[in-house]
């Protein structure tokens, strides 16, 4: 999807986290500003020419993703760009994912009725002509903060180079004592975890945790080729739940720790 105005220079990196602000990102050292002063209003167009794109491919009757919507309502929306050479030097926009904590009534597998406030999918859209090129499990991975594990090796990916190891791993050499009988050994250790998004340091989100606002038959196949989604608990309302959304969902009261002793702690300090 592309835009009269340079996509690239308004998001410097490939994909952008943007908030009920709609702020322009910060800019890496030594790039430059563009010479437009109003970005935010370009952001907003983008993101009002995604929502259509969205409403259009799940047959709906108006967009559900808006900047008037992204600004009344504290939710969060990741934005890939495509970082290949354009013919017109602007970039372009592959796609979004929406997400934002909503309080919800749900029903577990006995029916018994839940309050919660889970992670929610509240719109999610890939531009035709890039679908099934792994750029909705990108957005889903980085959102999720999963890192990229390779299931086919015991061994990290490396490059076609010998004797290479992968960028930002750490390598130890395990040496034995005089005298044993243990060979020398090596060990590599993958970088630390990213920083996990502010409005995402509440707690690490797993797939099966999450809520899904009338998820297509489409992302309901993506999940469950990439996440093995399957199960589902029925509900009443428009939200998909899977098996096990509710393994992690009810914690046990918190503990304090001093000199006299445990004190357990409210559950909603101040009456919040």
């Known amino acids: 999807m592309e835009f009269p105005f340079d996509v690239d220079a308004l998001f410097p990196e490939r994909i952008t986290v943007l908030d009920q602000h709609l702020r322009p990102p910060a800019r890496r050292p030594g790039t430059t500003?563009?010479?437009?002063?109003?970005?935010?209003?370009?952001?907003?167009?983008?993101?009002?020419?995604?929502?259509?794109a969205s409403a259009k491919a799940q047959h709906l009757p108006a967009p559900i993703t808006s900047a008037l919507r992204m600004q009344s309502n504290r939710h969060v929306i990741y934005v890939l760009k495509d970082t290949?050479?354009?013919?017109?030097?602007?970039?372009?926009?592959?796609?979004?994912?929406?997400?934002?904590?909503?309080?919800?009534?749900?029903?577990?597998?006995?029916?018994?009725?839940?309050?919660?406030e889970p992670l929610c999918i509240l719109d999610f859209y890939i531009h035709e002509s890039v679908q099934r090129h792994g750029h909705g499990r990108e957005l889903f991975q980085y959102m999720l903060q999963v890192p990229e594990i390779d299931l086919k090796g015991s061994?990290?990916?490396?490059?076609?180079?010998?004797?290479?190891?992968?960028?930002n791993w750490s390598i130890f050499l395990c040496i034995p004592l005089p005298g044993s009988q243990l060979p020398a050994s090596m060990l590599l250790l993958p970088?630390?975890?990213?920083?996990?998004?502010?409005?995402?340091?509440?707690?690490?989100?797993?797939?099966?945790?999450?809520?899904?606002?009338?998820?297509?038959?489409?992302?309901?196949k993506f999940l469950n080729k990439h996440y093995n989604l399957e199960t589902t608990v029925p509900q009443v309302n428009n939200f998909v739940i899977f098996e096990g959304f509710f393994a992690h969902q009810?914690?046990?009261?918190?503990?304090?720790?001093?000199?006299?002793?445990?004190?357990?702690?409210?559950?909603?300090?101040?009456?919040?």
Do not use: W
């Open 33 to 52: 500003t563009p010479a437009r002063v109003d970005l935010q209003q370009q952001i907003m167009t983008i993101v009002d020419e995604l929502g259509k």
């Open 84 to 116: 290949s050479a354009r013919p017109a030097g602007k970039g372009a926009i592959i796609g979004f994912l929406k997400v934002g904590y909503k309080k919800l009534f749900v029903l577990d597998d006995r029916e018994a009725h839940n309050e919660v």
């Open 155 to 167: 061994s990290p990916r490396s490059s076609k180079r010998p004797c290479s190891m992968p960028h």
């Open 191 to 220: 970088p630390p975890a990213p920083k996990l998004p502010l409005f995402l340091q509440k707690e690490r989100v797993e797939p099966h945790q999450l809520a899904i606002d009338r998820p297509s038959p489409k992302l309901l």
């Open 250 to 272: 009810h914690q046990g009261p918190r503990v304090l720790t001093g000199p006299a002793g445990t004190i357990p702690l409210p559950q909603n300090p101040g009456g919040a």
